[in-house]
């Protein structure tokens, strides 16, 4: 069974910074491309990270280039978004993704973390 666990989420004021972190069990982590996406209720989910396998590919949503990295530890099945200079706009549930790297039609979601910016 494969499990995406995200964790790191909660309440922050403008212009702090928070770390999220993806755990996944259950899959060959070095098989999938992972991402990072975030909803607010009534909208669609925004892609807001992405990197490759092994991280030599990553790419970010206009609206947080330059304040979030995303990174990953294959060695230890995790991925991380460290997310600075937070605005009110970044509020949402964030959520992470895992999809086969050959298989697109193989993707996993994890149950999102909450992050709340506001003062």
């Known amino acids: 069974q494969v499990l995406l666990v995200e964790s790191g989420g909660g309440l922050v004021e403008p212009g702090g910074s928070l770390r999220l972190s993806c755990v996944a069990s259950?899959?060959?982590?070095?098989?999938?491309?992972m991402s990072w996406y975030r909803q607010v209720p009534g909208a669609d989910r925004e892609l807001v990270a992405f990197?490759?396998?092994?991280?030599?590919?990553?790419t970010y949503a206009d609206s947080v280039l330059g304040r979030f990295t995303m990174s990953r530890v294959n060695a230890a099945n995790t991925v991380n978004l460290q997310m600075n200079s937070l605005k009110t706009e970044d509020t949402a549930k964030y959520y992470c993704?895992?999809?086969?790297?050959?298989?697109?039609?193989?993707?996993?979601w994890g149950q999102g973390t909450q992050v709340t910016v506001s003062s």
């Open positions: 990197m490759s396998r092994y991280g030599g590919t990553v």
């Open positions: 993704r895992a999809t086969h790297f050959l298989r697109n039609e193989d993707v996993y």
């Open positions: 259950g899959l060959i982590f070095s098989d999938y491309e």
